[in-house]
C-alpha cells in the first residue's frame, strides 16, 4: 500500500523554468509534509517542510504549496538551475516513522 | 562533525552470509530508522525505534534484525544474506517529539549480495 503518490517520475526542465513535483496522500492523520534533496550518491537532505495548518510555505526558490481538502501538496521551484539536478522525495508522517514518495528525477538543463 | 555516519560505505557479500550495518548518531535523537532504497521503490522503511530498548517493523522487516541498547547507536543485522537484500542502506534520525521533525539522514551503505 502506497501511502504517498509522487509524480512525475522524471522531469527535464529548461534552466531558469519553473519545475513542479506532485504528491498526495490518502492518512488524514498525517501532519507534517517534507520535501527531501538527494544527490547521486548521497543520503536525502531535508528541503523544506509543510504542516496542515498553512497553504504554503516558501523558502528561497522552493515553495510548498499544501492543498488540505484535495489531500494533495506540490514543490515548486523558481529559477530553475543545472545545480538543483537530483532526485526529490516527498514525504509524511503523523504518529508514525516517515513515509516517502518514490521519488522524482530532476534534470536541469541549460 | 555532528550528524549520522554509516558503515561501512561499501559491502559485498555472498548469498547466506551475515553481517552488520552500524549506524551512529550524536544528536541526542530518540527516533532512529532504517530505509532501503531501490531503483523506482523510493525509501522503504525496514525497522525503527523510538528510544533504547524499543523498536519495531517497518514496511520490509524479513531478513532485518535490529536493537537499540544505547541513544546513539542502531546497528542493522543481516542474518543470512540473499541477493534481494542488494540495496543502498540509509540510516536516519531525528528528535521524537517538536517542531522539528525531520529526519537527519547517513551517507548510506551500498550493499551487495551475489
Known amino acids: 500500500q502506497q501511502q504517498v503518490k509522487q509524480s512525475p517520475q522524471s522531469l527535464i526542465v529548461q534552466k531558469g523554468g519553473i519545475s513542479i513535483i506532485n504528491c498526495a496522500y490518502e492518512?488524514?492523520?498525517?501532519?507534517?509534509f517534507p520535501w527531501y534533496q538527494q544527490f547521486p550518491g548521497k543520503g536525502p537532505a531535508l528541503l523544506i517542510a509543510i504542516r496542515p495548518d498553512v497553504s504554503e510555505k516558501k523558502e528561497g526558490r522552493f515553495t510548498i504549496s499544501f492543498n488540505k481538502s484535495a489531500k494533495q501538496f506540490s514543490l515548486h521551484i523558481m529559477d530553475s538551475q543545472p545545480g538543483d539536478s537530483a532526485t526529490y522525495f516527498c514525504a509524511a508522517r503523523g504518529n508514525t516513522p516517515l513515509v516517502f514518495g518514490k521519488g522524482t528525477r530532476l534534470s536541469v538543463i541549460a | 562533525n555532528a550528524g549520522v555516519t554509516q558503515t561501512p560505505k561499501f559491502q559485498v557479500l555472498k548469498t547466506g552470509q551475515s553481517m552488520t550495518l552500524q549506524c551512529a548518531q550524536d544528536m541526542n535523537h530518540e527516533y532512529m530508522s532504517w530505509y532501503r532504497q531501490d531503483p523506482g521503490m523510493g525509501l522503504r522503511l525496514i525497522h525503527y525505534s523510538v528510544g533504547a530498548g524499543i523498536t519495531d517493523q517497518g514496511e520490509v522487516p524479513n531478513g532485518y534484525n535490529v536493537s537499540r541498547s544505547t541513544t546513539e547507536d542502531f546497528p542493522l543485522r543481516l542474518l543470512s544474506a540473499a541477493p534481494s537484500q542488494t540495496s543502498v542502506y540509509f540510516c536516519?534520525?531525528?528528535?521524537?517529539?517538536?517542531?522539528?521533525?525531520?529526519?537527519?539522514f547517513g551517507s548510506g551503505t551500498r550493499l551487495t549480495v551475489v
Open positions: 536516519a534520525s531525528s528528535p521524537l517529539y517538536g517542531t522539528g521533525n525531520g529526519y537527519t
Open positions: 492518512n488524514t492523520a498525517f501532519d507534517y
